[in-house]
């Protein structure tokens, strides 16, 4: 308990001199708009594991990238070229993702099921296929929800999603829901007063906003009134952290730029190596436009690959040279793959049976591919792989415990990982 | 001796110093004196503030704001005196002048500030009238038959016939949930025919008493040695009222004249006004809507055709049990392009499409969580863990589906494109050869069949000519004797004014689940059936009673009291509520329009901003505040804030700032003192329908010098922009309480 005998002054009872103390040192403590918050440099660095999940919306045909059939009558117009991994050959246009292969490992037995764009999203982002008793957190919102909070003083979102609707934080509730930047290198929405506010107003607003809340909680009405002050308070923090230059990509250099691709999903691949370079422990970059019933192979070679091919493999190139590929994560991926078979229009459609996926990073031994399928691509032979096999393998990656199980607010119990799917982490991938 | 405050064995005995004989001689002397007893709550709260903060990180230096509250809070509580703090005084003087000065500058037509002084043009009065028209108490002015196209969704004539010839029911089986226990009596030939309708428009009048609800709260308070909270204040009552019946807060003026008015009825009157307005069909045909379909519902579901029904249904004041009917049994386009297709349009169709995917499933679920309060689905793939439900309870429901057909009616445009017009749903034909079973998979591997079969036991065994599973589902929803109904109905409807169900949660009512307090839900649903499923007299009862009027502030008894109601609970308010009460209380979307048809469009964007950034699919009933980063982003750099904050034009304040010029001018305001409180008072009835306390007008007092010492261009509306803003940002605006 507090006392203070030693330091009074003469004269003045203790009484006064606590209210004088009060006076001087007290109790509301300045919400100060400027960045004040100075983090020491050390905690600015990375600590923890961290995810990145490329997602490619629209079900990308696999076949045509990581699995080519040169020959089959569904080989398509590709052909495969050789990549830092030995044995395992790639589409010609990924040329960068091909030099960065030792870090990768290919998925080719994906075998999963849903073939429609809102199942298969919520599966592959979950694990789980829809189901009217619940609402699944994805794989981001439990990996923010469970590293997150080991991370000391860190201001920033957990899940960040970037030009990504950001699926995901089913029952935990809106509070684990991803941050979404839709314009990587944009400011982002919302984050500074409007132009032309003066800095001493906004720091009056911000102290009376407090003092009411702080009021308000004293009369004692229940705790959402705390909550509510928590995330303003929260929300200042970011507003006021050093961290948010990781949202920033002025401070790269033009070359840096150019290797990731000056486009939307380049711009987002080099956002998310900085974001977790900070320490977030989820990022989710989209890069839509997969669906190609028609001339898939023109979309594929002018525009779809291209830009995958600079984004991702500047990607894990960067991570690897700063020393961050050890902590991350990565995955690739998408709501399903494409049919073997070419429609009349040049296109291929839906197809869960065989198709892709890629994991890298965070202790994953990269430069094998694992499962096979058959000649023409339509198969699985070797080594079937479901979403939840997937899910298993990136939770053992990041250091989750597999049976990690939370209860929903009605009372129901939940896995991270489905029970009922015997699914286990992909034991080839860990040494 | 006389007791002195200044006692120093008095901060000891509060710092908890002293402790034997000692002690004990002090906290006599503290008995014997209040002044003692005071100074001793001083040092205790100053000791507790200051060990608190020196737990926190080193705060950053303070501001010059918060050195002058600090002051003026240590010279407050040393003086207990209730005049301004010595320093507000001298404070105020230079202050009031500077007030002053602006008001009366702002008459001046070259003030920058005004863009209209003297004389309104009318047309533009009419203008800024119409957007008013949303605020409350506005009495429909549609006649009581009106001749709507919409008389499509009257009860279609010949199916009432053919309802009359099934027999009338004899004594039907008891409703016991044991599966297969009863024997399969046919479930057509026992059930009461459909619900009839009643369209209504006249305005609702009925007040009755409530005291049986108030007598059956009160003794399980007293079982449970709960003292209540007190009474919740004027300015708290009609705020939740107005939010929990019509979706927003109350505008400044209706606060002010509540809070004013002497009338010992002017809760019942408020009651009436508000179901009677249209605010309350809009806001409930929201709830029901997102309820029904979600915000977000899949393709070619006519969200807006389903919300233009159920906003009739209730304008009608249509029998619940008939609502239900309607909405389970649905037939007909989903879109206004029926028509002229010649198929009948039918807004209510809506629900039924948007859950017929997996061989109805959520159709299913939703009908039976919705309607009975019962969590059937959980069914679906197992028997439930926790009570005697086995799978066939899900199956056996899901079988009257089967029959539901829908099919879509597309054109092609200009350009080749196929384009959808509406969905028709209907029902297939059925005859005595139908086949009535519907298979599913147990557990085991096995596959199981099931006929349609009522959760009592009741099966629909045998096929017959003109059968339709749906209109039987339907009759034993809304059968006045199927409790899992009315109860249902009645615990939800309680459950969104006093902020928990007497089952809790609402959609799990079953003996594995009891009520808090059983004999008032049972209660509460027998009258709401003796009232022919009238939900505006439910509504007014709930409303009316004790446990409404309480105030959410707890005292020792009741704090962790989540079950007895002896309190008002803190409830965060919707997207829709929260938005649109930002509006009525700033009238942001007004701010520089030109017109009422801008200013409507500028709500919609406003409001799509809004509902990305706070729409939450899933209507969980929360507790705790469950904000994001994103929404408090939004609301304290946005432009819907900017805008509600704004001093142009159309905003609250520039109105407010306005109005209160003229009344200097005319004589109407004495007084500078007096300009400046109002205007302080118009903030907080707009925002928290109630006046500002003492403190909170020393601390308006502290913002005004600050700005006025700050701010470049000495415009002291800056101040009242910031003090707005504090209020809207505040949690005891954004939670209803």
Same mark, same amino acid.
């Given at each position: ?15 006064? !001199? ?396 939940? !896995? ?16 | ?36 007893? =005071? ?22 230096? +303070? ?32 202050? +009031? ?279 059937? =689905? ?26 539901? =057909? ?224 994103? =929404? ?106």
């Amino acid at each position: 308990m507090f006392t203070t005998d030693s330091t009074v002054p003469a004269g003045m009872t203790r009484r006064h !001199w606590l209210q004088h103390l009060a006076m001087t040192s007290l109790a509301i403590p300045a919400m100060q708009f400027t960045r004040t918050l100075e983090a020491n440099a050390s905690t600015l660095k990375k600590e923890g594991k961290s995810c990145i999940l490329l997602w490619m919306s629209g079900g990308p045909a696999t076949i045509d990238i990581w699995d080519l059939k040169p020959g089959a009558d569904t080989g398509g117009e590709f052909s495969p070229i050789k990549t830092a991994a030995p044995g395992v050959e790639i589409s010609e246009h990924m040329p960068n993702v091909a030099s960065v292969m030792n870090h990768l490992a290919i998925l080719r037995s994906m075998s999963t099921v849903e073939a429609d764009h809102t199942r298969g999203t919520y599966k592959m982002h979950t694990g789980y296929v829809p189901n009217v008793t619940m609402q699944h957190p994805s794989l981001g919102a439990v990996s923010a929800y469970e590293l997150g909070p080991k991370l000391q003083d860190f201001e920033l979102p957990h899940f960040i999603s970037v030009s990504s609707p950001g699926l995901g934080a089913g029952f935990l509730g809106m509070a684990h829901a991803p941050f979404v930047v839709q314009n990587p290198g944009s400011p982002i929405q919302n984050l500074t007063p409007p132009g032309g506010l003066a800095g001493f107003r906004m720091e009056n607003r911000l102290a009376l906003q407090k003092l009411m809340d702080e009021q308000f909680i004293k009369d004692g009405r229940g705790i959402a009134a705390k909550d509510h002050k928590e995330v303003y308070e929260k929300t200042v923090r970011m507003m006021n952290s050093k961290r948010l230059d990781a949202f920033k990509l002025d401070s790269e250099d033009k070359k840096t730029k150019e290797r990731y691709g000056e486009n939307n999903f380049g711009r987002g691949c080099l956002m998310a190596r900085r974001l977790v370079e900070t320490g977030v422990s989820f990022v989710e970059v989209g890069l839509g436009g997969w669906d190609t019933h028609n001339q898939t192979f023109t979309a594929h070679k002018t525009r779809l690959q291209p830009e995958l091919d600079k984004g991702m493999g500047s990607l894990v190139a960067d991570l690897a040279e700063r020393g961050l590929l050890e902590k991350t994560l990565i995955v690739w991926m998408g709501d399903f793959g494409r049919t073997p078979r070419i429609n009349q229009d040049a296109g291929r459609d839906h197809w869960a049976r065989s198709w892709s996926a890629v994991i890298g990073g965070c202790g994953i031994k990269g430069g094998q591919a694992i499962g096979k399928t058959n000649e023409d691509g339509t198969q699985v032979t070797e080594r079937p792989l479901d979403a939840p096999d997937l899910m298993a393998t990136c939770y053992k990656a990041l250091g989750i415990p597999i049976d990690r199980q939370y209860t929903t607010p009605n009372g129901r119990p939940y !896995w991270v990982v489905d029970k009922d799917a015997n699914a286990q982490p992909i034991a080839e991938l860990f040494s | 001796m006389k007791p002195d405050p200044n006692d120093p064995r008095l901060t000891a005995y509060a710092l908890g110093e002293l402790d034997g004989a000692e002690r004990d001689a002090v906290e006599a002397q503290i008995k014997a004196s209040p002044e003692c007893s =005071q100074a001793v709550e001083e040092v205790r709260e100053i000791a507790t503030l200051l060990a608190d903060e020196l737990k926190k990180e080193p705060a950053a230096a +303070l501001s010059q704001l918060d050195r002058i509250a600090i002051e003026a809070e240590a010279q407050k509580r040393h003086q207990r005196s209730s005049r301004f703090p010595w320093i507000g005084v001298a404070v105020a003087a230079s202050v +009031l002048v500077a007030v002053g000065a602006y008001f009366v500058m702002r008459d001046n037509p070259t003030d920058r500030f005004v863009q209209n002084t003297g004389v309104d043009d009318p047309a533009k009065n009419t203008d800024k009238q119409k957007p008013k028209k949303r605020t409350i108490a506005k009495k429909t002015t549609q006649p009581a038959d009106s001749t709507d196209p919409d008389d499509s969704m009257k009860p279609d004539d010949s199916v009432e016939s053919s309802a009359t010839t099934i027999a009338e029911s004899t004594t039907p089986d008891t409703a016991t949930d044991t599966p297969d226990a009863a024997p399969a009596m046919d479930a057509a030939a026992t059930l009461a025919s459909e619900p009839s309708t009643r369209d209504n428009r006249t305005r609702f009048t009925q007040i009755d008493d409530v005291s049986w609800i108030d007598e059956l709260v009160t003794a399980l308070w007293k079982d449970n040695g709960i003292k209540p909270s007190a009474v919740a204040s004027d300015g708290e009552f009609i705020r939740r009222a107005y939010l929990d019946i019509v979706g927003h807060v109350p505008p400044a003026a209706k606060a002010a004249a509540y809070i004013a008015s002497r009338d010992k009825n002017k809760k019942s009157k408020l009651i009436l006004d508000l179901v009677n307005s249209e605010d309350y069909t809009k806001h409930w045909a929201g709830i029901w809507s997102n309820l029904l379909i979600g915000r977000q519902p899949g393709r070619n579901i006519d969200g807006r055709a389903l919300q233009k029904y159920l906003r009739d249904s209730f304008a009608d004041n249509k029998p619940w049990n008939r609502l239900v009917y309607e909405l389970v049994t649905a037939k007909g386009g989903s879109t206004t392009k029926s028509v002229e297709a010649g198929v009948a349009f039918n807004g209510a169709t809506n629900f039924m499409l948007a859950h017929m995917n997996d061989g109805n499933v959520p159709a299913t679920a939703f009908t039976t969580r919705l309607f009975l309060g019962v969590q059937v =689905q959980c069914t679906q793939c197992h028997d439930h863990p926790f009570n005697d439900r086995t799978q066939e309870a899900f199956w056996g429901i899901n079988a009257f589906f089967q029959k539901m =057909q829908r099919q879509e009616h597309n054109d092609t445009d200009d350009t080749g494109r196929r384009r959808f017009l509406f969905s028709e749903l209907r029902d297939a034909d059925v005859d005595e050869s139908s086949d009535l079973f519907v298979r599913f998979d147990k557990r085991t591997g096995l596959v199981a069949v099931t006929p349609p079969r009522l959760l009592d036991g009741r099966r629909v065994e045998k096929a017959s000519d003109e059968l339709n599973l749906r209109e039987i589902l339907g009759r034993y929803i809304t059968d006045t004797k199927n409790d899992l109904f009315t109860q249902a109905i009645a615990n939800r409807m309680w459950g969104h004014f006093v902020g928990r169900g007497i089952v809790h949660p609402l959609d799990d009512m079953g003996e594995h689940n009891p009520a808090s307090n059983p004999e008032l839900v049972t209660k509460l649903a027998e009258n709401f059936r003796e009232s022919n499923y009238d939900l505006k007299r439910l509504i007014t009862w709930i409303a009316m009673s004790l446990p409404y009027s309480l105030s959410s502030e707890t005292n020792s008894t009741n704090k962790d009291d989540d079950q007895y109601f002896s309190h008002y609970p803190l409830k965060q308010m919707s997207p829709d509520q929260f938005f649109d009460s930002l509006i009525v209380a700033s009238q942001a979307n007004e701010v520089g329009s030109k017109g009422w048809e801008a200013a409507e469009k500028m709500k919609k964007d406003l409001q799509d901003q809004f509902t990305t950034v706070f729409g939450n699919d899933e209507n969980m009933e929360a507790d705790t505040f469950t904000g994001t980063i994103p =929404q408090a982003l939004l609301m304290m750099n946005g432009s819907i804030m900017a805008k509600a904050v704004s001093k142009e034009k159309g905003s609250f304040l520039h109105e407010r700032v306005d109005e209160i010029s003229q009344q200097i001018a005319t004589k109407k305001v004495k007084s500078l003192d007096q300009a400046y409180a109002a205007l302080l008072n118009d903030l907080y009835l707009a925002a928290v329908s109630r006046y500002p306390n003492q403190k909170e007008k020393s601390l308006a007092l502290l913002v005004l010098n600050d700005t006025a010492a700050k701010s470049k261009d000495r415009n002291l509306i800056d101040a009242y922009q910031d003090i707005f803003w504090a209020l809207l940002n505040s949690s005891e605006f954004v939670l209803n309480h």
